[in-house]
Nanobody, 122 residues
Framework: QVQLVESGGGSVQPGGSLILSCAAS????????MAWFRQAPGKEREGVAY??????TIYADSVEGRFTISRDNKNTAFLQMTGLKPEDTATYSC?????????????????WGQGTQVTVSS
């Protein structure tokens, strides 16, 4: 099991930028795959991006070219968000598992953070 703590959410205007962080602790071998999901009120949870180990990444079509996922050597994952749109408003959650593969299917993730709110409005 790994404990995940997100930070970095907030309110920005359209076109703005934010960086979210997800710090993993505990059994960090259980965080080979780290991913970001988001859920807006009244909508289903959506996979945003994942990173496998240090450099295998995939993005949802809705954020491709605007968001960048990365991780450092201390088991912290980052989600750099640029060109933010009102439709990016959601609670963003970090998730992890220890398998040597990644997907954006939420049911495959055992460990989740508490979430951080991102609001994009003028």
């Amino acid at each position: 099991q790994v404990q995940l703590v997100e930070s970095g959410g907030g309110s920005v205007q359209p076109g703005g930028s934010l960086i979210l962080s997800c710090a993993a602790s505990g059994n960090t071998d259980a965080s080979k795959c780290m991913a970001w999901f988001r859920q807006a009120p009244g909508k289903e949870r959506e996979g945003v991006a994942y990173i496998l180990m240090r450099d295998g990444t995939i993005y949802a079509d809705s954020v491709e070219g605007r968001f960048t996922i990365s991780r450092d050597n201390k088991n912290t994952a980052f989600l750099q968000m640029t060109g933010l749109k009102p439709e990016d408003t959601a609670t963003y959650s970090c998730a992890a598992h220890g398998n040597r593969w990644c997907t954006l299917r939420a049911y495959e993730f055992k460990d989740w953070g508490q979430g951080t709110q991102v609001t994009v409005s003028s």
